[in-house]
């Protein structure tokens, strides 16, 4: 990370004096293949480079190969109780059996470090760039959904008023009539106009001429 500038440029450390044996993975995924075609079962097989290198020596040529100025310190956690200063393997056995020898050399090997650091943090950044488009054309998307479902809503007449509505109308004098009181009903019990029959009423045998 410092390489790609998101880190302070500070590497701290602990015992650099300490000596390993250090193979490129290609190497030994190359090795593990021929031991599956030609290995002998049950049998131990070291997959080394057979060289010791300081930890000094190998944190230096990888900063060699950095195009960043890095500062190293100590750091008195990373300092091992009980530290092994040599650990070498002896890879006779596996050549002998697979004819492998290691083919990628060691500065190589650091390059490709990083280059494949500065390429997972390249896809990290892109990542998070791309999460911040989703994101901000997600925001934008709910704000103009929001914009539509405000202008689709009917606003009522005392709280929406049109310039020709919201004139003061002139006073109109009011036509309204108080409503009519039913008539009282007449003293001989009919109501309304008193209708006269004209039917003929016959005489009766009774009355004189």
Not at 47 to 71: Q, T
Not at 150 to 162: G, K, L, M, Q, V
Not at 167 to 173: D, E, K, Q, S
Request: charged share 25%.
């Amino acid at each position: 990370m410092i390489e790609c500038g998101e880190s302070a440029p500070v590497i701290r450390v602990g015992n650099l004096e300490a000596q390993r044996d250090v193979t490129d993975v290609r190497d030994v995924v190359r090795a593990y293949m021929g031991l599956m075609e030609r290995g002998t079962p049950a049998t131990v097989y070291n997959v080394c480079s057979g060289v010791a290198r300081s930890m000094r020596a190998i944190l230096e040529s990888l900063l060699a190969l950095s195009s960043v100025s890095v500062r190293i310190e100590t750091d008195p956690a990373k300092l091992r109780p009980v530290d092994m200063p040599y650990h070498v393997g002896n890879a006779t056995l596996l050549r002998g059996d697979t004819d492998w020898r290691p083919e990628i050399a060691f500065e190589q090997c650091l390059a490709g470090v990083l280059d494949r650091v500065a390429h997972a943090a390249r896809r990290a950044q892109l990542a998070d760039e791309r999460e911040d488009q989703i994101l901000r054309r997600d925001a934008a998307r709910r704000r103009a959904a929001s914009h539509r479902a405000n202008a689709n809503i009917p606003r009522s007449p005392s709280t929406h008023r049109s310039p020709r509505s919201s004139a003061r109308m002139p006073h109109r004098r009011s036509t309204s009539r108080a409503p009519r009181q039913p008539r009282s009903a007449p003293k001989n019990g009919w109501r309304g106009r008193t209708s006269i029959s004209t039917r003929s009423v016959p005489a009766s045998p009774c009355s004189s001429r």
